[in-house]
Structures are given as C-alpha cells and as structure tokens.
C-alpha cells in the first residue's frame, strides 16, 4: 500500500483531510492575561500555568506536529517554548485589544517557516491594517526568530481574522487567510498562502446586503464561512457562506436573522461542520443551527437554544483538537471554561457543561487554522486500497477494504475494475498478456468535503507458455527418451504421459520417457506453472509407438550464404538407443555420423539435399525409419550500396550532406559507416556510424574552400560480407579577379560519382546586399570554367556551382566564393554639350553603383544652378554658359562626400 502522502511530502495543507489527523499544531492554548492555558495532548486536556501571554482579546498558539509548543502571541508579541520574547519578536503591528486580530498560518512546503497575520483595533481607529510577520523556527538553536516583520497588505482592516486549509481543495499546498476593511462594507478579502509565500492580491468577494462582520469562522473543512455582523439595514444576521478552496471565493450567502444586538456576538461549526454554534456575550445565550436545511428560514426556525441556567457572559466558542467546543463563561462571581461534548449530536444530546475547568477562562480564546481540527477518523481508517497485488491473467482478485455507507469512494482507472465506484471492487484483467504488466489504481474517499486517497498496484502476469521438443517416433519398450521444454526462472513443470511412464525429471524443464508397446495414440504433456502459481495451458505432443519409426526431418539452415557453407550444423530430435545415418547430396558429413547431430559442408551454390536414417534396437524388436528429405539453397548475397549524391551544405564549405540507397538487404542491427578522406589521401576515415536503416548523414568539420572530398559508405550485407559504394567526390569552386579589366573568372573541380555523368552545371550568383542566390548561367557537364564575368554588375560578388545528374533527379552543390571590388568613382572635370555625341554630359562613369547619391552644382558666386539625387550622369548643363563651377557629390555607400570643379565648354 502506497500513500500519496509520499507524493505531497511539500504540501502541508491537509492531504486533504486524513494528514490533519495525526497533527498536534492546536494541542497547545495559551490565552488571558493570567498565563493560563490547555494542553490537549492529554486526554481530558490538563490546566497550563506559567504562560507569559498578555491579552484582553485576540491570541494565537502554535505547536508541530507532535504537539510540542513552538511559540504563541497576543498580535504585539512573540513569545517561543520558554515564554521568553521571540527573538525580533516585538513590535509587531497587531493589538492586544483585537477580537480575532492574530492567527499563525505554516507555510505550505517548509518545515519551519510560520506566518503570522495580525490586525489593528477598534480603538486605534484600525489605523495599522492587515499586516503579516514571519517567523522561521530554524532560527536561534530552534527557538524561532522573527525574520521578517509588520508586511501590509491592506489598511483599515477590522478585527476578524480565519484561515483554513480547505480539505477540499484542487492543490492541497495552500492556505487561505479571510479578513474584511472598515472602508469597503461588505466585501470579504482572501488572501491565499501557498510554498512561494502570501500572495498579495487578494480574492475579493462581494457579500450582498452585508454592511459589516464582528465575527468569522471557517468550517473545519473549509469548505464554508460563518460570520455575524449587520446588514445594510442594521439589522444582526448570521451569514452562512459557501467557500471555494480551489479558486478563494465565496458564494451561496445566506442570512439567518437573529434578535440579539450584542456587539460581542460568536459562532463556531462542529467537528463534522453540519451544526453550527451561536453565543452572545452581555445577553447569555448559546444556540444550535442545523446546517443541512438549505434555507437560512428553515435554520431559524429549527434553532435550539442550548444554555438552560443564567451565565452572565458565554463568549469565544471554540472548537479543539478533542473534537469538542469550548467557551469561556462569566456568572458574576468567577470566569470558568465551559465546554460542549459533543457539538456533533442534535439539541441537548451536544451536553453542554459550564464548569469544566473553574477558575480560568478569557474573553478570547485561541484562532486557529481551522483545518488543523478537522477530525474524521473513520475517513482515515478507510482510505486503504489494499495490499498490492500479484495476479494471473484473467484472475479475479478483490481491491481495497470494507466499505462504509458514510463515505463515498472513486477508484481511477477505472479499467477491469467491477465497480469504480465501491470500497472493494473486483479486479479481473480480460485479455492476452504477453508480458508483466503493472497497472496502477488511485482510491478517492470523501465525506464531502475532505479527501483522502491510497494507491495499490497489481502486477499482471502473463500464463506460462511450453512447448515440448523430442523424438515424435519411437521404438516399442524404448527407454530414458528425453522430452524437454524451455526452462524459466521460478517455474515449475507437470508432465503427463500416455502410452509411457515418465521414468525422472517431474517438475523440471525436462523429463525422461520409458515408452511401452506399439501405441498409435501415445502422447506427451506439460503444464507450464510460474512463480506465483499461474497454470498455462498445457502444451501436448502425440507420439508414434511403432516398429516402422517415422523419423522427422533434419533442422538446420535451409537457406546458407556462400561464405558460410562450411560447418553447417543439421539435427533430429534423439531417441535414446537410436543409431542415426546421415546422407547429403551437393555436400559432405563431416562430422556427427552414428548422432541425432550432423555438421555438413556444402558445395557452390545451388539446391541441395539432406536426410537420415534412423535404427533402433530394443530388448525384442529392430525398428528403422527415414526421413523426408531437406533442401538447402546455398546462395550468393546481391546487397549493393550506390550513392545518390554527395553536396555541401553550407557556403563557407563546413558541411555536407551525403544520401545512398542499398539494393538488397544489410545485416540486421549492424552499422552503416560513412567515410572520407581528402582528395589525394589515401587513407579512408570513418566519420560516422549510423543505424542500417539510415540512407543519409551529414558531415561537418569541412575544409571545402580548400579541399576536394571523396565519400564511400561501407556496411555487411546478410551474408556478413563487407559491401562498398562507389567513391563520390565534392566540388571546389574557386574565384580570380582582374580588377583593371573589370572581370572575374570561376573555375571548380568536376562531380564524380554518377553513373551517367554530370547533365550540366549551373552558376548562381548573389550581388552586394541581395538576400538570396539567383541563377546567372547554365554550361554543359564537360566545362569546368567560367571567364570574362562582368565585375561592374556589384561591389561583392559570391558565387555557387551547382551539378546536375544525367539522367537521375539529384543534384550536388559547390562551396561559395566571394570576389569584391572597388569600383572607384573618377569623375571628370570637363564635357561639352555641343550635340556632337561626345562628351555631351557631365557622366561619371560607374556612377550607377552608387544610386544613394545626390549631385549639387554651383556657379562662382555658391548660388545653385543643379540638384539631383541617384544621378545617373545625363546632365546637360542646361542653359548655363561656359565656365567653371563647382560641384558636391554626396555617396551614401561610402558615406562621405565629393567635391570638385568641372568645366563647361561650349
């Protein structure tokens, strides 16, 4: 049995509510200004004195899980185990004087980290605001420090604080902290805590026609809120409200009217939270409310009065770890603890007792995380989905425990289960089971509002499976004849025989037979038995009693490699006393004459023949047999591997690509390897090894700039012979430059490899800044150059070669190469637009390289007689007279701007 605790070992929200009860963080109260106080690790709780507590009101105490007292507070102060003040345990922004103005909150993953959330008080105009501190208990040799002090998180807080773990919640590793403001009636704040610490926004809720709340109180399963207050016509109402754990909000207000107008007014759910407790202070009175009525009218109408005898003041229900209720009560004379014992039973059967403990008491009792009260131990006793279990392929086995009407149960999966929605449905796997297999069930158990959850895993096991191996036809009064089956850890075997007696072996993998006499329906059985006792089906193989013995035909290779026809080993199943006799056509015994084990040599390749003889002699019979003959193709493996096409991938020439196909088949789980070596180097290197059923890889580390690469790909075939590829070389594309006749040359090393040849080549070129290579010329499969390329085209110039198979769909791709030049602008200073066609414009020869570019022309005096941008060199002059002017030429490839005169000669 596995528990999800082991799976939420961080989150210490209750799992959902079974973790809560093996916690003592409520089995210690302090409260009062007297140092009085409970310890409910005792059974009936024992009187505490010595407590260092100061306060008129709110108080909070903390203990772990053992119920051992870690520290408590009053808001203002924290005192640790030895009632000394925490270390930075003063100054807290709470109030002595705050009706529920404290409560400590663990945070969810951690072991020793508590916060502690306080409000200001009435009197102090509520001026300080909802405020948390932190307390980390590894601090200070485990007597606690505070680190962390007074964070706000909203103002003009009121006194009322509650949090819960919310047993039912969707993610358990969080707490939930309930307050209200004094500026904003009506609206309830929830602030939740989970193990990234207190979330600052809150969740807020909207109470309708609610104007303020006194008092508040979560369900011990946190799945509702109760509270007294006023609503927006003054009038005292309790509110009932549904809680959402899963996302922090509430809903489902009700609002059960109530006489009294005592401001000092309480309430207090039940251990089981189906009744609800309601006390008033200066007019005494202690009711019941049932809160399965789903109407608030039908709760007050119900309601039982409780308290028989006048108190003076009955005030601070609540509820402890013992699953009892109890208030502090005033009867003018002495303050005692009163207490009900049992607030889960309807009317008086709750017994109510106003002097449990004489002499202590206080307005306030301590405010706890209600979930660490949550009590239901039949819940925790009944999350149990059994013991996991081994179990046979459609064996029936039970799952989980008894069940109890009170609980609801979920088993997920629900797969070859009975019922999903049982205590202790019945588990059956329908179906074949070729190997273990381990499923696993989630138990869900609720009470309604908490859940607890189990595990269990059933291992299903496959049924055994036999088979027998041994001789088929035997002799009459043959015997010791073994018969055997596989052998499996932790398995047993159960051999019958008919026609024979099973002379040794029972229970083992294998057996001997003393056979009888001549029997036409003898026969041989095993049932198969696993370690935990699954029976497989028993697997039965007839024999043949008889003095003619049909002996079966030799097993071995039917189908042999050429390489391989030497030492090829051929058998029968043998019978003891047997003398077998091996013939073979195309081949020779070499050895194994006289055994049920030959080893044979075959010829060539080709069909040939196999067979044996058989003689046994018993105590007064001969018997003889032959068997049927074997042919055994001897054959030569065709497997090829060819080359599809080897390219570069990449510009800079790193990397390849390689594809080939095999014609046949290549040795199963063998390796393909890959290999290369430079052009010139005789020495092949393996750069990869790749699965048999790859047919490419890329290759990297590349010098393909510089060098020329040949590629082969090398694996075994069936036969375990090593088979080649034909060599495939890579391209080299190199670049010259004649920069003064403005020209540029390409020449690469050809492709080879392909059967047919290369079809033709293409040159694809990529000019200054363009994003993408375009086609620039096609030439023929035998021309390996390119010349007299015009380099006034762009400044940089790349290039690419890119093969074209004849008369296959492949194609291989050169390296890049880059060629850049200057292109110099040498602008003149004289033209003459006389219309002779020459020297008619001022033109600027290459000019059209540079389009970013912008002419302006002055006259002598600077005034600007032309202005072009992306000049192109076709001005005329105009109608300006000859002379000198002055130009600008700004050029934004270069970034700079040309100045200079020019002439014009008319």
């Known amino acids: ?339 009900l014992e049992h607030p889960n039973l309807k009317g008086p059967a709750s017994l109510f007792r106003q002097d449990a403990f004489p002499g202590i008491g206080a307005y306030m009792l301590p405010n706890f995380v209600t979930s660490l009260l949550y009590r239901n131990e ?99 009064m043959v015997e010791g004849v073994v018969y055997q089956t596989d052998a499996a850890q932790g398995h047993t075997f159960r051999w019958r025989v008919r026609g024979g007696t099973v002379r040794s072996g029972q229970g083992t993998a294998a057996v001997t037979v003393d056979w009888g006499p001549t029997n036409a329906a003898a026969w041989v059985e095993v049932a198969p038995v696993n370690g935990i006792g699954c029976v497989g089906p028993p697997a039965r193989m007839p024999v043949r009693v008889n003095v003619e013995l049909e002996t079966e035909t030799p097993q071995g290779p039917q189908s042999v490699c050429l390489n391989q026809r030497a030492g090829n080993a051929y058998h029968v199943s043998p019978a003891s006393g047997s003398v077998y006799t091996w013939g073979a056509l195309g081949g020779r015994v070499v050895s194994g004459q006289g055994s049920a084990r030959a080893v044979v040599d075959w010829d060539g390749t080709g069909t040939k023949k196999l067979w044996v003889q058989e003689q046994s002699v018993t105590v007064d019979t001969v018997c003889y047999g032959v068997s049927d003959t074997l042919r055994v193709n001897v054959f030569q493996d065709p497997t090829a591997i060819a080359i599809d096409f080897v390219t570069i991938n990449d510009e800079e020439g790193t990397e390849s690509l390689v594809q080939w196909r095999v014609d046949g088949a290549l040795s199963a789980g063998g390796a393909t390897s890959l290999q290369r070596r430079a052009e010139g180097s005789p020495v092949w290197a393996e750069v990869a090894s790749v699965p048999n059923t790859r047919r490419s890889r890329a290759d990297s580390g590349l010098r393909g700039r510089e060098e020329v690469y040949a590629y082969r790909v090398v694996a075994r075939n069936g036969c375990g012979e090593e088979v080649a590829s034909d060599v495939h070389r890579t391209i080299r594309l190199r670049g010259e430059a004649d920069a003064g006749e403005k020209t540029l040359t390409l020449r690469w090393s050809p492709y080879e490899g392909w059967e047919e040849g290369v079809l033709r080549y293409q040159v694809w070129r990529r000019l200054d800044g363009q994003a993408d290579y375009t086609l620039l010329q096609e030439v023929d499969g035998t021309t390996l150059s390119l010349p007299g390329l015009n380099a006034t085209e762009g400044f940089t110039h790349s290039y690419r070669v890119k093969a074209m198979a004849a008369g296959k769909p492949w194609e291989s791709w050169s390296n890049s190469t880059e060629l850049s030049f200057e292109h110099a602008l040498n602008i003149p200073n004289i033209f003459s637009p006389n219309g002779d066609g020459m020297n008619d414009t001022f033109f600027i020869p290459q000019i059209e390289l540079y389009p970013d570019n912008e002419l302006v022309v002055v006259n002598r005096l600077g005034r600007e007689v032309f202005r072009r941008s992306d000049y192109r060199g076709n001005w005329t002059g105009g109608d300006l007279s000859a002379g000198v002017y002055y130009y600008s030429l700004y050029v934004g490839k270069l970034g700079r701007t040309l100045k200079g005169w020019v002439e014009i000669v008319r």
């Open 1 to 339: 049995m596995r528990y999800f605790l082991q799976l939420y070992l961080a989150l210490a929200c209750c799992l959902t509510g079974g973790a809560a009860l093996a916690q003592g963080q409520a089995n210690i109260w302090y409260f009062g200004n007297g140092g009085a106080g409970l310890d409910f690790n005792l059974r009936p709780p024992g009187v505490l004195t010595g407590g260092a507590l100061l306060a008129s009101e709110g108080v909070a105490t903390m203990a772990d899980s053992t119920g051992r007292l870690l520290f408590y507070t009053n808001g203002e102060r924290i005192w640790n185990r030895e009632h000394r003040v925490m270390a930075n345990g003063s100054d807290l922004a709470g109030h002595l004087s705050a009706r529920q103005g404290v409560v400590i909150v663990p945070q969810p993953g951690s072991k020793t980290r508590y916060f502690v959330f306080t409000t200001d008080a009435l009197e102090n105009r509520f001026a300080k605001g909802l405020r948390y501190s932190v307390v980390d208990m590894a601090r200070q040799s485990g007597l606690g420090e505070v680190t962390t002090r007074n964070t706000l998180l909203h103002p003009l807080a009121e006194e009322n604080l509650a949090a819960t773990g919310a047993c039912g919640c969707s993610n358990s590793g969080r707490y939930w902290v309930a307050a209200d403001r004094q500026d904003r009636p009506g609206i309830l704040y929830a602030y939740r805590v989970d193990a990234g610490g207190v979330n600052p926004q809150p969740v807020e809720t909207l109470l309708p026609g609610v104007a303020s709340i006194t008092f508040l109180k979560f369900s011990p399963a946190g799945d509702r809120v109760a509270f007294t207050g006023l609503t927006d016509s003054d009038a005292s109402v309790i509110g009932i409200a549904d809680f959402d754990a899963a996302t922090g909000r509430f809903s489902e207000l009700r609002l059960i009217p109530v006489v009294s107008r005592d401001y000092h007014r309480a309430v207090e759910f039940s251990g089981d939270g189906k009744l609800l407790y309601f006390t008033t202070w200066s007019s005494p009175q202690l009711t019941q409310y049932d809160l399965s009525h789903a109407s608030a009218g039908e709760m007050a109408r119900t309601a039982l009065p409780l308290v028989q005898r006048p108190v003076y003041s009955l005030n601070s229900p609540q509820l402890a770890s013992d699953g009892k209720i109890y208030l502090s009560a005033y009867d003018g004379k002495q303050t005692s603890m009163a207490v």
């Open 378 to 476: 039949l819940l925790a006793q009944r999350a149990d989905a059994g013991p996991d279990r081994d179990v046979c392929a459609n064996e029936p086995v039970r799952l989980g425990s008894a069940p109890d009407g009170r609980l609801r149960y979920s088993w997920s999966t629900g797969a070859h289960l009975s019922d999903s929605t049982v205590a202790s449905p019945e588990f059956r796997y329908v179906g074949a089971v070729d190997r273990k297999k381990t499923l696993q069930y989630v138990l869900t158990v609720s009470d309604g509002p908490c859940t607890r959850r189990d595990t269990v895993e059933v291992t299903v096991h496959p049924l055994p499976r036999a088979a027998i191996s041994g001789p088929r036809s035997v002799c009459p």
